[in-house]
């Protein structure tokens, strides 16, 4: 397979300052490297360069004054020495003439610590796992699915153990390293169980009861997931709202990939029961990748009424009001989009859109039917999701 970093990145740098936030792997710095070949890189996974600056911040200053002006420094994961985040700050307002890129794949330090991330004089920015458009024909959803989309693993050469080190790779170098669990095999735990609430609301009760701890420490794991960019959460959608609707975020681990890994297989767990749920994950996360690389005015939401109805995703905002229920069938019901349907009765304003694993697009009762792999395929942040799902709905050139 063609190495990662031959694959064009969607994501577009602001022109000032930013932070580029993202989980490990995801290739920030390797795309920094490329982008930006000419840059002052400051590594603070380089140890002897993190207990340097560590020491002694100021000396980022020296090291600053050795570039010419105009160009760009880059400090590879800042969580690592939060306190530059002060000299930065120092240097930006001394308007020295360089740009500053920082990159993170936590922003728990930089919480504790108290900054303020430059207090509005550096754009947030995120990386996220490849996106089906950017593989080009490289792309499968089968592998998708199996092993995900993180660079890191997408590269590697046997991607399944790549998988299996990952999870510990964040325990060991974050979560380990930097006290932020003090009961490491309980978050072990906590992590297996989390698996099972991949694309399901969250009961943080049932978490603590199957990871034999209080309820306290289970959301306190949960901050600690969301802080490391392992995993986010989706709000319930209820505005206007004509119906109850259940209240409860749902979760979603950063990338199917990581999903599988953590989910445990044996002969009680069926890898049916895995699919659905990872399919669905794996829309989520495109939808995720498609609002921040496009800077998209719309967030991501759930549906799901007390009566049991239920719309995977939402997408709604200035740019876009789209329902979409996602199926691991390769046949499309009219049950399948019986609660698409329902949805649009309440909301007569959105778009209702059914993915599936078939191969064929079609309109069903008012409901636009797509394969998932095409409209994964289509979906770029240069284009509308009106103009994803028009791309989509034009017969493939076999058919």
């Known amino acids: 397979m063609t190495p990662s970093s031959s694959y064009p990145r969607l994501f577009r740098p602001p022109d000032g300052h930013f932070f580029l936030f993202g989980p490990r792997g995801t290739g920030k710095s390797t795309w920094l490297r490329i982008c930006l070949p000419d840059a002052l890189f400051v590594d603070l996974l380089e140890r002897d360069t993190r207990r340097r600056l560590e020491a002694a911040p100021e000396r980022l200053r020296d090291l600053v004054a050795a570039v010419p002006a105009g160009r760009t420094v880059v400090i590879d994961e800042v969580q690592a020495a939060p306190a530059l985040l002060t000299e930065v700050h120092r240097l930006i307002e001394a308007r020295t003439g360089h740009r500053f890129v920082l990159t993170g794949s936590s922003a728990r330090k930089l919480k504790r610590s108290g900054v303020d991330l430059l207090a509005g004089r550096a754009v947030v920015e995120r990386m996220h796992p490849f996106m089906a458009c950017e593989l080009g024909d490289d792309f499968d959803l089968d592998r998708a699915l199996e092993v995900g989309m993180v660079p890191l693993v997408v590269d590697a050469n046997d991607p399944s153990a790549t998988l299996a080190a990952y999870a510990g790779l964040y325990v060991d170098t974050e979560v380990r390293a930097e006290g932020l669990v003090r009961n490491v095999g309980a978050f072990d735990r906590f992590l297996e169980a989390l698996s099972y609430s991949h694309g399901a609301t969250l009961a943080v ?7 034999e701890v209080p309820r306290k420490t289970v959301e306190g794991f949960l901050g600690v997931l969301e802080d490391l960019l392992l995993a986010f959460r989706v709000r319930s959608f209820t505005r206007r709202a004509r119906r109850a609707t259940v209240k409860r975020d749902k979760l979603y681990l950063f990338d199917t990939g990581v999903f599988r890994s953590l989910r445990p297989s044996g002969p009680l767990d069926r890898p049916s029961e895995a699919r659905g749920p990872a399919l669905e994950g794996l829309v989520a996360q495109h939808l995720r990748a498609w609002i921040d690389h496009r800077h998209a005015d719309a967030a991501l939401y759930y549906w799901r009424t007390r009566g049991g109805a239920e719309v995977d995703l939402v997408l709604y905002g200035a740019e876009c009001f789209v329902a979409v229920e996602v199926k691991h069938a390769a046949r499309v ?17 959105c778009v209702p859109l059914l993915l599936h694993r078939g191969s064929q697009a079609e309109r069903r009762r008012g409901v636009l039917c797509l394969p998932v792999s095409r409209f994964l395929t289509e979906l770029r942040p240069q284009r509308t999701l009106a103009e994803v799902m028009a791309a989509g709905s034009r017969p493939s050139p076999g058919g």
């Open 205 to 211: 009760a049932a978490l603590a009861r199957e990871c």
């Open 333 to 349: 019901h009219d049950a399948d989009i019986r609660h698409l349907r329902s949805f649009a009765v309440d909301y007569p304003e």
